[in-house]
């Protein structure tokens, strides 16, 4: 992905209501989504009237938004708000419904009381920011960003989504029909990284609710985000229908389409936007946006000098925005002049730093490392990888691959392979394929000395070194090195079934990941076996009783959990079916 691709869906994403763009569970957080008393609503006959009266405006509410009728959803809400004012569940549902009806600023109230509620819960925080961003309040969207970085974010990069989706869920039990709470489940699962979920809760809400556009923008930016920008297209295009006027869905549009290789209609609706907000001093973001999109498209067809021109247009209305810079470092790193592109990049991350885009910096590094590496600027590169290595130590394999680079760049082959063996033990820590890393690897030539170190590293102390051959090409080995140990030849299996897989040796890649759970039995070892198994051997009882186990010794990530589950349940089906006559 391109460095200054990020920006524009960050700032405007954030900007457009009910959309969660980009969390730990709190011991002192205040107050649950789904109140006790609207439980008892539902479940209980002693309810009062005034929780059967706001029970029925809620559904009312929900029934609204169903049917398109929006100020009629806003109204409904905002009545059962007056009758449960510490509800936070009601005041999130009638924030997005006066989002939704373009009046961010009464909506800013209902998130803030909502942020109290709840001891400033990330979703709760994370639509006031969009509000607050919509009403030019920047300053202060900003801040509420910044805190929410502060109270979630992960120690591996991200934030923590788990609290808010617990609420949520629980929130869902009162209200299953609830197209808002669909929407906001979906942001919930879109921050935990489980796009999967995501997508199935933005489809939930657009089958409730197929004339709201919410849902669809943000279906949208997942198909974006998973560069499938024809999808993105067809989405986005659907909620114009509903809403033509809305500038952010047509930038969304332009930006899908550039993605999608439309350039002619991208640099059409760029235009269009840039026109319309020219003279519009609180959209001057979007203008500064729209032109840097254009200058993208530009850039994407060749025209490289219209595309500078575009970019330091927007470079001049909007000062403090890293698009345009890192665009221009980009254009500048096609023309070959690196000197001036590693510059760009330099401002870029700089004004990233002082805007709290935090996402963007670990993009804005890699740039900035390749093209000094390009530039043979090979000091100056690492020691902006040192600074990555330290900034976003979540990208440490990134950082060490692009070390490995720069050694090869000034030929001190030995140090680039210990760089590409810290990039692999790296996502091997982190239970992560190694593609780029061996794809990288692969292409120099170095493959077969990065596997010679790993196999140096195994014990013939185990059966599974005695077990194998010393034969040229095999996968055992002659003895122990002093410095050997058991961490170090949990990673080498690691990376060995990594590189075994990668070469599609699937016997060799099995053999180390049985090892590898004979030795250390974690859940995440054992879902690896089990995708061996299932992916790859084709062997179907195998990878039932790996995924059972995995998800038995638990540690799994919510996708694998996820998906594990979703294996247990079809490959049981194979199981009947094969059984029968």
Not at 514 to 533: C, K, V
Request: hydrophobic share 45%.
């Amino acid at each position: 992905m391109h460095a200054s691709r990020l920006f524009s869906l960050a700032i405007l994403a954030a900007g457009f209501g009910g959309f969660v763009c980009v969390s730990r569970a709190r011991a002192d957080d205040k107050a649950p989504f789904a109140s006790k008393s609207r439980a008892d609503v539902l479940g209980m006959a002693g309810a009062s009237e005034t929780e059967r009266k706001t029970e029925a405006l809620r559904r009312d509410g929900d029934r609204a938004i169903q049917i398109g009728e929006f100020d009629d959803a806003a109204r409904a809400y905002a009545q059962a708000v007056l009758r449960s004012p510490n509800d936070p569940v009601l005041r999130l549902l009638t924030g997005v419904s006066l989002t939704t009806i373009r009046k961010p600023d009464v909506a800013v109230a209902q998130f803030k009381v909502a942020c109290r509620l709840t001891g400033d819960d990330l979703v709760a925080s994370l639509l006031l920011q969009g509000a607050l961003a919509q009403t030019g309040q920047s300053d202060a969207a900003q801040t509420v960003y910044l805190e929410a970085v502060r109270r979630y974010g992960k120690p591996s990069g991200g934030l923590d989504s788990s609290a808010s989706l617990v609420r949520l869920k629980a929130a869902l039990k009162t209200a299953p029909n609830s197209p808002i709470l669909h929407l906001l489940i979906g942001d919930a699962h879109q921050i935990a990284e489980n796009l999967p979920a995501a997508n199935a809760a933005y489809r939930t809400a657009i089958s409730f609710a197929p004339g709201w556009a919410n849902p669809k923008v943000n279906l949208g930016l997942l198909r974006l985000a998973q560069n499938k920008p024809v999808e993105a297209v067809q989405l986005f295009e659907s909620a114009l229908k509903r809403d033509p006027e809305n500038v952010a869905l047509q930038f969304f549009r332009a930006d899908a389409q550039r993605e999608a290789g439309n350039l002619k209609g991208a640099i059409a609706n760029y235009q269009r936007i840039q026109t319309r907000t020219a003279s519009r001093g609180k959209m001057a973001p979007i203008n500064a946006q729209a032109l840097t999109g254009l200058g993208q498209a530009y850039a994407a067809g060749g025209r490289l000098e219209d595309a500078l021109t575009a970019f330091n247009q927007a470079r001049v209305i909007a000062p403090t925005d890293p698009a345009p810079p890192a665009a221009i470092g980009e254009v500048q790193t096609k023309q070959r002049d690196f000197e001036a592109a590693a510059q760009n990049y330099k401002d870029a991350l700089r004004l990233t730093k002082a805007s709290g885009l935090f996402g963007t910096q670990a993009v804005l590094y890699q740039a900035l490392a390749q093209t000094q590496i390009a530039g043979k600027q090979t000091t100056a590169a690492l020691q902006t990888l040192e600074r990555a290595l330290r900034e976003q130590p979540e990208s440490a394999d990134l950082w060490h691959r692009l070390r490995g680079e720069a050694m090869l760049s000034i030929g001190n082959q030995t140090a680039a392979e210990a760089a590409f063996r810290a990039s692999l033990d790296t996502q091997a820590d982190a239970g992560t394929f190694p593609q780029e890393t061996l794809a990288v690897i692969a292409a120099k030539g170095l493959l077969d000395s990065i596997i010679a170190g790993y196999r140096a590293n195994l014990s013939t102390n185990g059966g599974f070194a005695r077990s194998r051959n010393t034969a040229p090409g095999s996968v055992g080995v002659i003895g122990r090195p002093a410095d050997a140990s058991p961490e170090r030849e949990t990673r080498a299996l690691v990376a060995l079934a990594a590189i075994a897989q990668y070469q599609s040796k699937t016997a060799e890649e099995l053999a180390y990941r049985e090892e590898l759970t004979r030795r250390r039995s974690r859940g995440a070892d054992w879902f690896a076996l089990a995708d061996a198994y299932d992916g790859r051997a084709r062997d179907t009882a195998k990878a039932k009783q790996a995924y059972r186990q995995a998800l038995n010794l638990g540690g799994l990530s919510d996708a694998q959990t996820e998906r594990a589950r979703l294996r247990m349940r079809q490959l049981a089906g194979v199981g009947r079916e094969a059984a029968k006559p």
